[in-house]
């Protein structure tokens, strides 16, 4: 128990131990490795990391980024389409034209993913145009066909010339490339002239 005091002081006094408790320090990256009941106190406050609904929230975002990047990145098929038909249809046009002013014929033929043109050798042979950057045997990109063709009204197989003659006229042709769940018109006229016309256009 305690010890009494001295007569001279009337009164009577207690000692009882006195226990130091230790000051509690606030977790700091500072302050070296953390002890395991720091660490739950850490995850459970969440302080220094991040929720799983703050997690979800940026993935979320980063999808919806990602996703209008792709398809910004990918073309548009009915696009595509359009660019390859408006090609086949000025290079018909200038392989005539070059005909109709060398007086030397050409021709074209077609199979379903792609096409090429033809002149005449020496020995008047049809020989496919390999050389020249423009009227090089060319392969269409993927998706897009041609279906199908027409020489003054008859049809025109895979595989078969069409004849762009040295004449001052030209056979009028048909051709149909389909690209997806479009369709494009090629259409050459006596005169000379290919036009284009996609299937929902007047």
Do not use: C
């Not at 990047?69 to 990918?74: E, F």
């Not at 070059?98 to 002149?119: D, I, L, N, V």
């Amino acid at each position: 128990m305690g010890s009494v005091a001295k007569p001279d002081g009337a009164r009577r006094v207690f000692n009882t131990p006195f226990i130091e408790i230790p000051e509690s320090k606030s977790p700091s990256p500072a302050s070296g490795t953390l002890s395991p009941r720091e660490r739950v106190f850490i995850a459970a406050s969440g302080e220094g990391g991040f929720t799983l609904i703050e997690l979800l929230v940026v993935l979320v975002v980063m999808g919806a980024v990602l996703g209008m990047a792709m398809v910004q990145m990918m073309p548009d098929s009915r696009a595509t389409l359009r660019e390859e038909a408006q090609r086949l249809a000025l290079l018909l046009e200038n392989a005539g034209m070059e005909a109709q002013t060398s007086g030397q014929p050409m021709a074209w033929s077609f199979e379903e993913t792609g096409y090429r043109f033809w002149k005449k050798n020496n020995y008047g042979d049809w020989v496919s145009a390999e050389d020249g950057a423009m009227f090089r045997p060319r392969t269409l990109p993927q998706g897009v066909t041609l279906a199908d063709a027409s020489v003054e009204s008859q049809p025109l197989k895979s595989g078969e010339r069409m004849s762009l003659n040295a004449a001052s006229y030209a056979l009028p042709f048909h051709l149909r490339m389909n690209g997806g769940s479009a369709t494009a018109r090629i259409s050459g006229s006596s005169t000379g002239t290919v036009s284009v016309k996609l299937d929902s256009e007047s």
